[in-house]
């Protein structure tokens, strides 16, 4: 597999030098980021080098690449996601925030059932997202999330456990954009961003990203609770979110595939 990679950050640079490896199935072969020095810092670290390219556009026009992982923002996904579909390339999707947007997920279904290519959506930071695909099926009668977080990682300064949001999955997203793409995940493999029950709090005690999911439905009910270290290169990213994309690409590229 040929990657592409839009977003040379933290979670872009750090799947970028992890997942090329001698011998191994998945290729690097360009690299993009609106700060070009990010794109060039991160094809410097990868052998054989990526070509850097100048704008998205340079990106897509070399058909070497057969997927482009998106670790840029949810502005990105609205700007170049359709246009990614539509050159023929599949994508992989981490600010999955974006798809708060109805209109916009439905511009990147049709385009991908068009042209025949697949839009993926990591698990990210959490467990049982295959758990809550099969219950759905079943029939789910509530979902909740809650994301507890130091304040530092959520923008805030309260000097106590605060509860900074309860309610629906899409409003909570779109007050916190860059740091609950777990919520807009959840959301769509369960009972969508309206019915979907969001909690955020901001905890001064804490050092972990934790988010417990809790699951009722037909099939009976279950939690998951999960706490994950911060990215040591973003605080605000667990690291568990980029073992995923890691994970899902690896899956992509075997011919052995295990679970939902």
């Given at each position: 597999m040929n990657l592409a990679i839009l977003g040379c950050g933290n979670i872009g640079g750090t799947i970028g030098r992890a997942i090329?490896?001698?011998?191994?199935?998945i290729c690097v072969v360009a690299v993009y980021d609106i700060d070009e020095k990010k794109a060039r810092r991160l094809a410097a670290q990868i052998t054989p080098a990526p070509r850097?390219?100048?704008?998205?556009?340079?990106?897509?026009?070399?058909g070497d690449a057969d997927l482009v992982l998106e670790a840029a923002s949810q502005?990105?996904?609205?700007?170049?996601?359709?246009?990614?579909?539509?050159?023929?390339?599949a994508l992989m999707v981490m600010s999955v925030g974006a798809f708060t947007d109805d209109a916009l997920l439905k511009d990147l279904r049709k385009a991908a059932e068009k042209k025949k290519v697949k839009i993926y959506v990591p698990s990210g930071a959490v467990a049982g997202i295959d758990g809550v695909k099969s219950a759905s099926l079943?029939?789910?009668?509530?979902?909740?999330?809650?994301?507890?977080?130091?304040?530092?990682?959520?923008?805030?300064?309260?000097?106590?456990?605060?509860?900074?949001y309860e309610g629906s999955a899409r409003g909570g997203i779109k007050k916190y954009p860059k740091n609950v793409n777990v919520a807009a995940t959840l959301s769509l493999a369960g009972i969508g961003l309206d019915k979907t029950?969001?909690?955020?709090?901001?905890?001064?005690?804490?050092?972990?990203?934790?988010?417990?999911?809790?699951?009722?439905?037909v099939f009976g009910r279950f939690s998951v609770v999960m706490n994950n270290l911060p990215?040591?290169?973003?605080?605000?990213?667990?690291?568990?979110?980029?073992?995923?994309?890691?994970?899902?690409?690896?899956?992509?590229?075997?011919?052995?595939?295990?679970?939902t």
């Amino acid at each position: 597999m040929n990657l592409a990679i839009l977003g040379c950050g933290n979670i872009g640079g750090t799947i970028g030098r992890a997942i090329q490896k001698p011998g191994g199935k998945i290729c690097v072969v360009a690299v993009y980021d609106i700060d070009e020095k990010k794109a060039r810092r991160l094809a410097a670290q990868i052998t054989p080098a990526p070509r850097v390219c100048k704008n998205v556009e340079e990106l897509l026009k070399n058909g070497d690449a057969d997927l482009v992982l998106e670790a840029a923002s949810q502005e990105a996904v609205a700007l170049y996601g359709k246009k990614i579909v539509e050159s023929g390339k599949a994508l992989m999707v981490m600010s999955v925030g974006a798809f708060t947007d109805d209109a916009l997920l439905k511009d990147l279904r049709k385009a991908a059932e068009k042209k025949k290519v697949k839009i993926y959506v990591p698990s990210g930071a959490v467990a049982g997202i295959d758990g809550v695909k099969s219950a759905s099926l079943g029939g789910l009668k509530k979902v909740t999330l809650t994301t507890r977080k130091n304040p530092k990682n959520l923008d805030v300064s309260v000097e106590e456990e605060t509860v900074l949001y309860e309610g629906s999955a899409r409003g909570g997203i779109k007050k916190y954009p860059k740091n609950v793409n777990v919520a807009a995940t959840l959301s769509l493999a369960g009972i969508g961003l309206d019915k979907t029950v969001l909690r955020i709090i901001a905890d001064p005690k804490t050092d972990k990203n934790t988010h417990e999911i809790v699951v009722e439905g037909v099939f009976g009910r279950f939690s998951v609770v999960m706490n994950n270290l911060p990215s040591p290169e973003n605080p605000k990213t667990s690291y568990l979110a980029i073992l995923s994309a890691m994970a899902t690409l690896k899956r992509l590229s075997d011919p052995l595939e295990i679970g939902t």
